[in-house]
């Protein structure tokens, strides 16, 4: 008997994603020269109301300019229920950014009409759709937003913890108990219809500490990544969300056990004196994947 192992896709991945005021554009350079996989450009919360237009024409602007290397740019746009919405949409969609990052959807049928109105707007097929996952309600239905991503450009989720605190009427807690179902629920949601998800902000700027704490609980939950607010946490992000040495050099040792003709039809094996399956392979095939991936982005950033 033996197994037939299919080369895996390329892998997704993406560790840090740092968030820049659109209203700022001494932030703008800061941001380029960091090692964030992502920056997304703000003209949602991060913007007054009376800069939200001069924002959007400075961040569209800048998209469409380059010179961001091979991190991604993605534009977060206000909401469809705001006088700035549709605009934004509409331009964002012209300054052709990796993604654009909706906030406050809450259901399926809002993905489908921002697919659509992407669609309509020139958008390529090839621009994403990141969403804010930040109501009571985005929660409760947070399979039917996820499952859209089977018919639509639907990417990944960022969640809006700062948001979901206000609206459960919660209080922070120091190892946020008050938010591990939404997050749990969040990410089995992402894993089953193949998208990334992000852990939201860290406040507290100054507590280098506490971020580094955060973002390990943030990667135990299984978040792909966090979003940033400051290029200092950039570094420890990306240190804590790769690949170890030591597990990437395990994957290696499995992939090449599997390999071996020696092993042809097992599917247990014993590597470095662990016990190993067939589902392991997978992943340290995509742990192997990742670590490559990572490798060649920060050549050439």
Request: charged share 25%; with cysteine; proline share 6%.
């Amino acid at each position: 008997m033996s197994f037939l192992i299919i080369d895996p896709a390329p892998p997704r991945f993406n560790r840090s994603e740092l968030a820049v005021p659109g209203s700022q554009p001494q932030l703008f350079e800061k941001a380029a020269k960091s090692a964030a996989d992502v920056i997304f450009l703000d003209l949602e919360d991060a913007v007054a109301p009376e800069a939200k237009v001069e924002a959007r024409d400075r961040v569209c602007g800048v998209v469409k300019a380059g010179g961001y290397g091979p991190r991604e740019l993605i534009i977060r746009i206000n909401g469809q229920d705001t006088e700035w919405g549709k605009a934004d949409l509409k331009a964002a969609a012209h300054a052709k950014p990796d993604a654009i990052l909706a906030p406050k959807v809450t259901s399926g049928d809002d993905i489908r009409w921002l697919d659509e109105a992407l669609s309509e707007s020139g958008a390529s097929a090839a621009l994403g759709l990141w969403v804010m996952i930040e109501t009571p309600l985005s929660i409760l239905n947070i399979k039917d937003i996820a499952s859209t991503a089977q018919t639509t450009r639907l990417s990944g989720f960022v969640m809006g913890s700062n948001d979901l605190i206000k609206d459960f009427r919660a209080e922070p807690m120091p190892g946020r108990e008050n938010l591990a179902a939404c997050y749990t629920l969040a990410i089995a949601a992402a894993r089953a219809y193949d998208l990334l998800v992000f852990d939201g902000v860290y406040n507290d700027i100054a507590n280098a500490e506490g971020f580094v704490a955060e973002s390990k609980q943030a990667k135990a939950f299984g978040f792909d990544g966090k979003t940033l607010i400051h290029p200092t946490q950039v570094e420890p992000c990306n240190t804590i969300f790769a690949p170890p040495a030591e597990a990437v050099q395990q994957s290696r040792d499995v992939i090449a056990a599997f390999a071996d003709p020696a092993n042809a039809g097992k599917g247990v094996l014993k590597v470095n004196g662990k016990m190993t399956e067939l589902l392991h392979l997978a992943q340290a095939r995509r742990m192997v994947a990742v670590a490559e991936a990572i490798a060649q982005r920060e050549a050439v950033q």
